[in-house]
């Protein structure tokens, strides 16, 4: 139940794959963006948080890093997590023009916990750290897939009763150093609840990983890609096309975990968000 999903998308992925190895965003061509003039509309996010810019006739979107088509009318900006405060050009062609917005990252709001551990348990063994680089080395190339977008918000939880969605952005320190921001949201659900897909898309991965336990991975065109952990089982396979709310498997405890949960995250063009956004009406979404 295990492997990458052979094909013409990945292989161009992979390719990029030698100089991605330690970082989280493959080296991208620049975009020219003229610099925003002084009455440019400013709109704030928060890291992790999506721009919506909707509008009649627009044909084209972009940042710094690349272009894409618009999505049931809007140009849509994800952020990471991990951007930092930031203010940068984006823009979108409609009419012959191209307008420019600035996008102003907020700091994040997301809470920190300290906690005092054994550090056994959260040190790793050589051969744990090689497997995960690994195992890293398959999930990386999937954040630059850039396949025809299948995809409208809001999209479906991935569980049917749906418990409020917990820990966006938080951050722990371990004995005081710092972990990785928490990616994506976990659910609170029994082993062998039914996870179901958000949207409709193409399996591209299902592995058991050594940290993220049974997952499964489908991306859904236009870079964006959704993710479930700790399954305790993993019904589909890599090449699979699946509809939106088809069971990929049961929720679990595989992994690195400390109870049985859902982990449900997304990248959005690389960019880590925060999955309540993509599930909420994208009327709700900061626009310039
Ligand atoms: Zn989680």
Known sequence: MSGLLPGFALAGALALLASTASGER??????????ADADAPVVDVLPGGVVRWPGEG?????DEHETWKPRDGACYYPVD??????????????????????????PPPYAT??????????RVSERVRRRAARERRQVVPLFSLRTNPSFSLPLAPPLADAPPARNFGTRRLFNGEPRSA????????KVGTPVLATEGG???????????????????????L???MHLSRIDVKAGQRVARGERLGLSGATGRV?????????????????????LADPATLPSP
């Open 26 to 35: 493959p080296p991208i061509p620049h975009v020219p963006v003229p610099a």
């Open 58 to 62: 627009i044909v084209l979107c972009g």
């Open 81 to 106: 997590l991990d951007r930092g405060e930031a203010l940068f050009p984006v823009f979108r062609d409609r009419a012959g023009a191209r307008e420019t917005a600035s996008v102003r990252v907020l």
């Open 113 to 122: 916990e300290s906690l005092r551990v054994d550090p056994r348990t959260v």
């Open 182 to 189: 928490h990616g994506g949201v976990d659910y609170r659900a």
């Open 202 to 224: 193409l399996v591209v991965l299902a592995a058991n990983h050594f940290f993220a336990g049974k997952s499964v991975f489908v991306d859904h065109g236009a870079g964006l």
């Open 226 to 228: 959704s993710m479930y």
């Open 258 to 278: 400390t109870g049985p949960h859902l982990h449900f995250g997304f990248r959005w063009r690389g960019a880590r968000v925060d999955p309540n956004l993509l």
